[in-house]
């Protein structure tokens, strides 16, 4: 239901003494009020072509007065242009007098309450005519001067259903206010009664014109429609300087929202003299074209997009903070890792040089894997045993021990070697010769790292070489004391 829409109002000043007349048959069964009324596009620069912003929907409106046996007609119509506003025109003719009033408009909103609007028009010749007289005399007026003119209006839509309108009207493009240029000030007050079976909604308007030759009309009017805005009444009175006009009118109009809607109105007003009185009646059809909720739906579609976009700036937004914090976990973990690392590397530094200061222990750290040789000097078995010297042994491996600490996943591969001389014939019962015999010894130390330093046996790889890789001839002491040796290869 739109609360309110904008009059496109034609104030062409009628062939007769109620010269503010709308050629709309609503505005007529108001009293003549015409800048808050809202609904028709009846001449809308000629009232307030702010309020034309208002409309929803396409409108072509045809109207026809008459007043004794002259008739006049109107046309007009209404555009809107998406959310640049409504753009129209109205089209006034008199057939008794051959003369016609053209004038378009264009009504921009300015926010949620203010709508701004503006209409050029052109007076095909002078509106000579002898109006009726309250007094019984016939006296020559000339209403609008031919030629063209501009209309400024500005509307504002206030809570609770109030609404104010003021408008400059038919002003001469030499800017000078001339007769017939008029202010227009309007008020208006408006309600829906949703949960009222009978009354659907009322309004309450009233108005003021003040003409530049120094003259001042008023008009006030009430309408109620029923039965959901399918029926409407209306009542008014107009005030000019003739004396008080009274007014009653009557709308029949569909509600199909959605789809095309027609209103009819029709409207009286008695104009009275001191000895007799006239009537003015005035028929109006108005056909509206396209949905009137669809600016309702486009500006829920609007909200609903807003917030989804909203949303999904903030789920955005709430990935980026988990992100950053766990970018900054990351970072303090890598932090934590480079310093254990650094920590380990410097262990193992010292571990290393610690190793190499053992007597009788060389070792050589080529990044892939780490040699370490014990010569007899460090482990010195006796000829023909297997069993770790003690104690001097025992203490070498304790040390080769605390280095493999530092690492705990490497892999440690011992190879014994031994000299060419044959094993004793005491010991051959036991060794039946040196490779068997260099086997046993690495089984040995390994037993020794496992069970005694709890080296998982799993890491821990041994190799009997015996007499078969010497570095030295075996045919000097010193150089089978060189052969005599045990090789630690630690892989990562």
């Known amino acids: 239901m739109l609360r309110a829409l904008s009059p496109f109002i034609l104030l062409t000043l009628s062939v007769f003494a109620y010269e503010d007349v709308s050629f709309s048959a609503r505005t007529l069964g108001m009293g003549g009020v015409q800048t808050i009324l809202s609904g028709d596009v009846m001449a809308s620069t000629a009232a307030n072509p702010a309020l034309s912003a208002r409309l929803r929907r396409g409108q072509i409106v045809l109207s026809g007065a008459v007043y004794q046996s002259n008739i006049n007609w109107t046309t007009g ?142 008009s006030i009017g009430a309408e109620g429609f029923m039965f959901d805005e399918t029926f409407g009444l209306r009542a008014g009175l107009n005030y000019d300087q003739d004396g008080i006009s009274p007014a009653l009118g009557a709308s029949l109009r569909t509600h199909r929202i959605e789809k095309t809607d027609f209103k009819l109105h029709y409207g009286l007003s008695v104009i009275s003299s001191l000895d007799s009185a006239s009537t003015l009646h005035q028929l109006s059809v108005n056909v509206l074209f396209g949905d009137a909720r669809k600016a309702e739906k486009d500006s829920i579609i609007a909200a609903q997009t807003e917030r989804a976009r909203k949303l999904k700036e903030q789920t955005l937004a709430r990935e980026i903070e988990e992100l950053q914090e766990q970018i900054e976990i990351l970072s303090e ?88 001389l044959p094993v004793s014939e005491e010991f051959t019962d036991k060794y039946s010769n040196n490779t068997a015999l260099s086997r046993a010894r690495a089984n040995a130390i390994k037993g020794y790292l496992v069970d005694v330093k709890g080296i998982s046996s799993a890491r821990i790889k041994t190799e009997g070489v015996g007499d078969s890789e010497p570095v030295q001839d075996n045919e000097t002491a010193e150089g089978r004391a060189a052969n005599r040796r045990v090789e630690l290869l630690v892989t990562e």
């Open 333 to 420: 973990e890598r932090s934590a890792l480079e310093r254990e690392r650094a920590d380990i590397e410097r262990l193992r530094a010292e571990a290393l040089f610690g190793l190499e200061r053992i007597g009788g222990v060389n070792v050589i750290d080529d990044s892939a894997t780490i040699r370490i040789n014990l010569t007899e000097t460090a482990v010195k078995f006796e000829p023909g045993s297997a069993e770790i010297p003690y104690p001097a042994g025992y203490r070498t491996l304790d040390k080769v021990a605390g280095f493999f600490s530092h690492y705990p996943t490497a892999v440690i591969l011992i190879r014994c070697h031994t000299d060419n």
């Open 77 to 218: 119509f209404s555009i809107p242009v998406k959310s640049k506003g409504n753009v129209g025109g109205t089209l006034l003719y008199f057939p008794d007098v051959n003369e016609s009033d053209l004038r378009l408009f264009w009504a921009i909103p300015l926010g949620q309450f203010f709508n701004l609007g503006a209409g050029i028009g052109n007076h095909s010749s002078n509106y000579q005519y002898y109006p009726f007289s309250r007094s019984g005399n016939l006296a020559y007026q000339n209403r609008n001067e031919e030629g063209s003119f501009f209309s400024v209006g500005l509307s504002c839509s206030a809570p609770k259903g109030f609404n104010f309108g003021v408008a400059i009207r038919d002003a001469g493009f030499n800017l000078k206010f001339a007769p017939p240029t008029t202010v227009n000030v309007g008020f208006g007050w408006g309600a829906e009664f949703l949960s009222t079976p009978l009354l659907s909604s009322v309004l309450l308007v009233t108005e003021g014109r003040f003409i530049t030759d120094g003259s001042i009309e008023f």
